[in-house]
């Protein structure tokens, strides 16, 4: 089990934490700045190193009124062998007026035989930013193979604060289940092995965004598709979806679109977090 709450406000020019809480097998580490937008990066940490079976872990991530937060992890998400019952991670994520989150964990691994369930709930306002990116990946197995873990259930529901309350903008769901079929033909994972999604809501989300981010990763190894919800309350949500055989080639091509993102609408550099 592990929890964490973490309240991001806007202080002066620096968005900086008023509130945080850790218990258990979850944790994050002291805050530190990349450049002088004022914008916060933590970085979380699992100190298991991995999650088993039955393991929970509660996240729940507040960014106010103003504030910029950057949420990534010390290293990937591991999924070993969940014998009994599956891992679950429970994120909760809410945006303040003119709020800015950027989510940029390290792959996500599944290994031999886990199963793991990932549910994101998201809300959002009008004027808030949100930029979520992630890849997943089959982990090493004996016999060499790729898609020997049982399940992986992604759910993302992002909501948008109106007059009315919340109202549903996205609900992105990907169930990846290889012991009942071949998930790597046609239709599906189209002979790749690797998986990676960006997702994106913003005001300022449009067609012509959609069309560079497009031709953006033309130049990669990969198979991607772009895709855009509807516009509600002045915000439109983006989901990239791109199928590659490489962790470090969809690194590349979502490390482009981000830094896109970045210089365009905040006038900052491309990530570089230095982990390694």
Known sequence: ????????????????????????????????????????????????????????????????????????????????????????????????????????????????????????????????????????????SPDGASFRYEELRLRNEILVETDDGGRLLALDNLLIRPPAGDVTGLGFMEGFSHLGSLVVVDARVNQALADDLHALTAGYKAHTGISLTRTLAGTTGLVLRSLSNSTAELNLLLGACTALLRERWHGQEPLNLRKY
């Open 1 to 140: 089990m592990g929890e964490l709450t973490l309240r991001i406000g806007q202080r002066g020019s620096r968005s900086v934490a008023t509130h945080q809480y850790h218990q258990g097998a979850l944790r994050v580490l002291r805050p530190h700045y990349l450049d002088d937008s004022g914008q916060v990066c933590y970085v979380l940490v699992n100190p298991g190193g991995a999650y088993l079976g039955a393991d929970l872990f509660l996240i729940d991530v507040e960014v106010g009124d103003g504030a910029d937060l950057l949420l990534t992890t010390q290293s990937a998400t591991k999924i070993y062998r969940t014998p009994g019952s599956f891992a679950e991670q429970r994120m909760t994520l809410r945006l303040g007026e003119g709020a800015r989150l950027e989510l940029a964990p390290d792959q996500l691994i599944a290994y031999r035989e886990a199963s793991y369930r990932q549910n994101t709930h998201i809300t959002v306002q009008p004027s808030s930013s949100l930029v979520m990116a992630e890849v997943i990946t089959p982990g090493w």
